[in-house]
């Protein structure tokens, strides 16, 4: 059971618009930024998203996100294909990286 | 080309212990924080540990405390965990991880891992 939830499965068909949430607390979310963390089936997780709404170089700016209060959010524009993976929020609280369950994302 | 190759993982019975170890090369892991990340098979990522860039700073995941020790040596470029007392729920792919001071959840570099299996 994590301290960052998210929803186990999410889905879109392409060219469509989804969102993944991350809900937490004041003690993580509510005090520290939120990372997000793709992984493609059979590899090493890649950072998508930096200090709530940062995009690493080589990121498409179709990925984004956002934080408000305790809740984070990833939203993917223009589904593709390739983006069929799990997606992983988390948070750094200063001592522990604190990670979300993970979210399943279909491409239909 | 910037890498992290973990290793020293493999089959090991209930009780035992095994040390990973990352080799970082084409960059210095000096200017990093390290972790170690893991995830059992068919499971989420869990964080097991950090160290700060001089090894100042050590955390460790409760799950893991006084039964894993991580340490580097930034001479050598590399990362290691000392695994004793493992169990079947240690069994898990793991992950070497580096991320700028500052930003502890900005893992900018993983290694591919190196699967870690606990059973008789």
């Given at each position: 059971q994590s301290v960052l939830?998210?929803?186990?499965?999410?889905?879109?068909?392409?060219?469509?618009?989804?969102?993944?949430?991350?809900?937490?607390?004041?003690s993580n979310i509510g005090s520290y930024t939120v990372n997000w963390y793709q992984q493609l089936p059979g590899t090493a997780p890649k950072l998508l998203i930096y200090s709530n709404n940062q995009w690493p170089s080589g990121v498409p700016d179709r990925f984004s996100g956002s934080k408000s209060g305790t809740s984070a959010s990833l939203a993917i524009?223009?589904?593709?294909?390739?983006?069929?993976?799990?997606?992983?929020?988390?948070?750094?609280?200063?001592?522990?990286?604190?990670?979300?369950?993970g979210t399943k994302l279909t491409v239909l | 080309e910037i890498q992290l190759v973990e290793s020293g993982g493999g089959l090991?019975?209930?009780?035992?212990?095994?040390?990973?170890?990352?080799?970082?090369?084409?960059?210095?892991?000096s200017s990093y924080s390290m972790n170690w990340v893991r995830q059992a098979p068919g499971k989420g990522l869990e964080?097991?540990?950090?160290?700060?860039?001089?090894?100042?700073?050590?955390?460790?995941a409760d799950s893991v405390k006084g039964r894993f020790t991580i340490s580097r040596d930034n001479a050598k470029n590399s990362l290691?965990?000392?695994?004793?007392?493992?169990?079947?729920?240690d069994t898990a792919v793991y992950y070497c991880a580096s991320a700028p001071p500052g930003n502890g959840g900005k893992i900018d570099y993983w290694g591919q891992g190196t699967l870690v299996t606990v059973s008789s």
């Open positions: 939830t998210q929803p186990p499965s999410a889905s879109g068909t392409p060219g469509q618009r989804v969102t993944i949430s991350c809900s937490g607390s004041s524009s223009g589904l593709q294909s390739e983006d069929e993976a799990d997606y992983y929020c988390a948070v750094w609280d200063d001592s522990s990286l604190v990670f979300g369950g | 090991v019975q209930p009780g035992g212990s095994l040390r990973l170890s990352c080799a970082a090369s084409g960059f210095s892991i964080w097991v540990s950090y160290i700060s860039r001089r090894s100042t700073t050590i955390y460790y290691y965990l000392q695994m004793n007392s493992l169990t079947a729920e």
